[in-house]
């Protein structure tokens, strides 16, 4: 006695999310190369970290479209899920692509420590400016979307980051001309990797759980639990286990114990309101009386 709820209430990423992706890769890489050519021609270690660091915006962008596009595509006899679990590995990736980043940019920021290059603080500075309009408006377009997917968060994140980044490095290049301090440079970088390691760490850790079927942290386990406990249809409750679709959609297993096989609809009915109200409306639930459980190989 078993049934599968398949209603689809949850957050699904507009289609119209592809377009601003290609849009936000288009203006990002127009910056990294005005700002790497700045960067070079100006001795700064700042402005090419901070262009390092966007490029790897820019393949994380790549790769978020990537995944948007493959969740998007019909299931099959081999993917029975579809696509979906790509918008996972692709949070997983952009995470791992922003750390070995935040790795380079820390080697050359301690070796520009040790050895300070002569860096022209205005060039630094209109760049960078020029870096918080791009960053600030890459950042907007995502803003509405960033909570209805992991990957949309992490770009917004990224980009919100970003503008506060280029906001730090106007205000070096402002210093270095006041005092002619070379090694501010060099710190704003090692300021810039501190800031992208905050920023990373959540997205990285929410990935990695995701990838082995954890929980989902938007979804209130404990609250699921009262809520099956408390149901009036239903006598006990085993062998739950909540996982990841994908970084917007959820799916749930139940084993319901009922008293009488006439309460099993009710049961199956109040076990679905209850996921559906915690964030997962893909929900199999399989129902049995109280002096017929299943064994614990059934179960499994």
């Given at each position: 006695?078993?049934?599968?709820?398949?209603?689809?209430h949850?957050?699904?990423?507009?289609?119209?999310?592809?377009?601003?992706?290609?849009l936000?890769?288009?203006?990002?890489l127009?910056?990294?190369?005005?700002?790497?050519a700045?960067?070079?021609?100006?001795?700064?270690?700042?402005?090419?970290?901070?262009a390092g660091?966007?490029?790897s915006d820019?393949?994380s962008?790549?790769?978020?479209?990537?995944?948007v596009?493959?969740?998007?595509?019909?299931?099959?006899r081999?993917?029975?899920y579809?696509?979906?679990k790509?918008?996972v590995?692709?949070?997983l990736?952009?995470?791992?692509?922003?750390?070995?980043?935040?790795?380079a940019?820390?080697?050359?920021?301690?070796?520009r420590?040790?050895n300070?290059?002569?860096?022209?603080?205005?060039?630094?500075?209109?760049?960078?400016?020029?870096?918080?309009?791009?960053?600030?408006?890459t950042?907007?377009?995502?803003?509405?979307?960033?909570d209805?997917?992991?990957?949309?968060?992490?770009?917004?994140?990224?980009?919100?980051?970003?503008?506060?980044?280029?906001?730090?490095?106007?205000?070096?290049?402002i210093v270095?001309?006041?005092?002619?301090?070379q090694?501010?440079?060099?710190?704003?970088?090692?300021?810039?990797?501190?800031?992208?390691?905050?920023?990373?760490?959540n997205i990285l850790?929410?990935?990695?759980f995701?990838s082995?079927?954890?929980?989902?942290?938007?979804?209130?386990?404990?609250?699921?639990?009262k809520?099956?406990a408390?149901?009036?249809?239903v006598?006990?409750?085993?062998?739950i286990?909540i996982?990841?679709?994908?970084?917007?959609?959820?799916?749930a297993?139940?084993?319901l114990?009922?008293?009488?096989p006439?309460?099993?609809?009710?049961?199956?009915?109040?076990?679905r309101?209850i996921?559906?109200?915690?964030?997962?409306?893909?929900?199999?639930?399989?129902?049995?009386?109280?002096?017929n459980?299943?064994s614990?190989?059934e179960c499994?």
């Open positions: 006695m078993s049934e599968h709820s398949g209603h689809h949850q957050h699904h990423i507009p289609e119209s999310i592809s377009g601003i992706f290609i936000c890769i288009i203006l990002n127009i910056f990294v190369a005005v700002e790497a700045v960067g070079f021609m100006s001795n700064s270690v700042g402005l090419l970290s901070d660091h966007n490029l820019v393949f962008l790549l790769i978020a479209l990537l995944a596009r493959m969740s998007m595509m019909k299931t099959n081999k993917f029975t579809g696509y979906k790509s918008t590995l692709a949070s990736l952009n995470a791992v692509i922003l750390l070995a980043a935040v790795g940019i820390i080697v050359e920021s301690i070796s420590l040790n300070p290059l002569h860096v022209s603080g205005s060039a630094i500075s209109w760049t960078a400016g020029a870096g918080i309009l791009i960053n600030g408006l950042a907007w377009l995502l803003m509405r979307d960033q209805k997917d992991l990957n949309v968060k992490g770009a917004f994140l990224h980009m919100a980051m970003d503008t506060l980044v280029s906001a730090g490095v106007v205000v070096s290049g270095i001309n006041m005092t002619g301090i090694w501010i440079d060099p710190a704003v970088s090692l300021f810039i990797a501190a800031i992208i390691l905050v920023s990373t760490f850790k929410q990935s990695i995701l082995m079927d954890a929980v989902p942290d938007s979804v209130d386990i404990e609250k699921i639990e809520g099956l408390s149901a009036d249809a006598k006990e409750w085993h062998h286990h996982w990841a679709i994908s970084t917007t959609e959820n799916a297993t139940v084993h114990v009922i008293g009488n006439a309460d099993m609809e009710a049961a199956k009915r109040q076990a309101e996921f559906r109200s915690a964030g997962v409306n893909h929900c199999t639930i399989e129902c049995e009386t109280a002096g459980p299943c614990e190989h499994r």
